[in-house]
């Protein structure tokens, strides 16, 4: 099955430098890969995914991810992070050439931005 | 207009309990789903139905049953509450291909 991992529970940057959030992956078919924000008390916002085409791919907020399938990884970038960009992001992973809908989520990562 | 919406937003309830949340997505989506989302924000799936078929169901306590009246609805009916049934439980929805999956605000259950 497919799995995900977020290598750091927290990160911690200052406003306006660049922040970067890692996502590593398993998968046995072909990779979809996705980025989901989770402010406090929300439910979990769709950021970005990958499915197919560039490596890098544009999403909400500024919000960028580089796919790279020698690494296996799916890291999520912002070149100016914001105080309003602090919340839970969740990586996530789905086996393109499944039968079915199975959307495995990471443990999430902590984003601390300060002013 | 809200397009996963579920409630109660909020629930708390004694142990041995019966109580259901309900689920409605109005994005036309084919695929429904459950996560439980514990107290260390780990999000784990439990269960998916298509078109009102069961697609996913992971191990959990055969306590826990899905209900989709149709594929707008998945209601979760949870009987004899425990403690440990304590979390946030998520509805979401996805178009039949999968590719994006969109929740609901949550439903914080306490059980005391």
């Known amino acids: 099955a497919q799995s995900v991992a977020q290598p750091e529970d927290q990160v911690n940057v200052a406003e306006g430098n660049p922040l970067t959030v890692k996502c590593t992956y398993s998968v046995s078919g072909n990779p979809y890969l996705f980025w989901y924000v989770q402010y406090p008390n929300r439910g979990l916002q769709f950021l970005l995914k990958y499915i197919t085409g560039d490596n890098l791919v544009k999403g909400s907020y500024g919000f960028e991810a580089e796919f790279n399938k020698s690494q296996t990884s799916f890291h999520l970038k912002k070149p100016s992070a914001l105080v309003s960009d602090s919340a839970l992001y969740f990586c996530a992973v789905r086996d393109g050439g499944g039968h079915n809908n199975d959307m495995r989520f990471g443990a999430g990562t902590r984003l601390t931005v300060k002013p | 207009d809200t397009a996963v919406s579920q409630t109660p937003k909020y629930l708390v309830t004694q142990m041995g309990n019966d109580k259901s949340i309900k689920c409605e997505q109005n994005l036309g989506h084919d695929t429904m789903y459950w996560y439980k989302q514990d107290s260390k924000k780990f999000l784990k799936i439990m269960f998916s139905?298509?078109?009102?078929?069961?697609?996913i169901n992971e191990t959990v306590p055969n306590r826990f049953s899905p209900k989709s009246p149709d594929k707008a609805h998945l209601n979760l009916h949870i009987n004899s509450l425990e403690l440990g049934d304590s979390a946030v439980y998520f509805c979401?929805?996805?178009?039949?291909?999968?590719?994006?999956?969109?929740f609901g605000e949550g439903s914080w259950l306490t059980v005391v």
């Open positions: 139905y298509n078109n009102k078929e069961l697609i």
């Open positions: 979401a929805s996805s178009s039949h291909s999968g590719n994006t999956i969109y």
